[in-house]
């Protein structure tokens, strides 16, 4: 997965804001978390606890009066994770789904279970 120039053409998002998601690759792999934010744009995700950057900070008045290292989550790609399923709490493959209602939502292949959005 170590690909220098990110590919740039458009990807289908299967994951939002606030999903659980399992991290595949990287140096993260088998961790999961929260998703902080999606980037569409550059095919990425922000994930809780994961890809972690210990940044160095000044002390600033307002942003941070004692400075230091703060840890920041980095972007990493969004075909390095996978959405968990809330049923069978396994990294789960997913169909899109329209409900009679014409709400969409994403399926697990597993269980069958609808997830929300
Ligand atoms: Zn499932």
């Given at each position: 997965?170590?690909?220098?120039?990110?590919?740039?053409?458009?990807?289908?998002?299967?994951?939002k804001k606030g999903d659980t998601v399992?991290?595949?690759?990287?140096?993260?792999?088998?961790?999961s978390g929260s998703v902080l934010?999606?980037?569409?744009?550059?095919?990425?995700v922000v994930v809780e606890n994961v890809?972690?950057?210990?940044?160095?900070?000044?002390?600033?008045?307002?942003?941070?009066?004692?400075?230091?290292?703060?840890?920041?989550?980095?972007?990493?790609?969004?075909?390095?994770?996978?959405?968990v399923?809330?049923?069978?709490?396994?990294?789960?493959?997913?169909?899109?789904?329209?409900?009679?209602?014409?709400?969409?939502?994403?399926?697990?292949?597993?269980?069958?279970?609808?997830?929300?959005?």
């Open positions: 997965m170590a690909s220098r120039t990110a590919a740039k053409k458009p990807q289908k998002m299967n994951i399992r991290v595949l690759a990287g140096k993260d792999r088998g961790k934010s999606v980037k569409p744009k550059d095919g990425k890809n972690i950057a210990r940044k160095a900070v000044r002390p600033h008045p307002q942003k941070s009066p004692q400075g230091g290292i703060i840890s920041v989550p980095q972007p990493l790609d969004a075909s390095n994770v996978m959405l399923c809330p049923r069978c709490s396994k990294p789960a493959r997913t169909t899109r789904h329209t409900d009679a209602e014409g709400r969409r939502s994403r399926k697990c292949k597993k269980c069958g279970e609808l997830i929300d959005g």
